[in-house]
């Protein structure tokens, strides 16, 4: 796999979850695929299960893929999701880690979080982005 087929699959994958193609996104998803959400304690074993949630999801969030870096089989995106409802406008931060095998999205461990004030005592050394 060419250093940069790692990124390009991983972002259609993003731009087809984010126009809720989920049968485009499945394709680009290895079979043995698994998904581990640290936070919650949960794992979505199998291209299958992952298919189950994706369209089952109640309010599938809007995506926007920020960045993605990495190289080889080893990649990290960051992504911003909304999830609308009563959470509508809460954007929460998400950092997707992504192992690749075989061409395809085999592995991710995703973290979420909502953004959060700066805390003052570090004002002298922190710049606002």
């Not at 087929?5 to 394709?27: C, H, P, Q, V, Y």
């Not at 979420?112 to 982005?129: C, I, L, S, V």
């Amino acid at each position: 796999m060419g250093e940069n087929a790692g990124r390009d699959t991983i972002e259609r994958f993003w731009t087809a979850l984010a126009r809720k193609d989920f049968d485009s996104a499945l394709s680009l998803v290895h079979d043995d695929f698994e998904e581990r959400y640290p936070q919650s304690g949960e794992m979505i074993r199998g291209k299958r299960n992952f298919e189950g949630l994706l369209k089952n999801f109640p309010g599938f969030p809007s995506i926007h893929h920020v960045q993605t870096r990495g190289a080889g089989g080893v990649w990290a995106s960051e992504l911003e999701f909304d999830y609308g409802g009563e959470m509508a406008g809460q954007t929460w931060q998400v950092c997707e880690v992504i192992e690749m095998r075989d061409g395809k999205l085999w592995r991710i461990q995703a973290f979420f979080g909502q953004p959060f004030e700066p805390a003052e005592w570090r004002a002298q050394w922190a710049e606002r982005a």
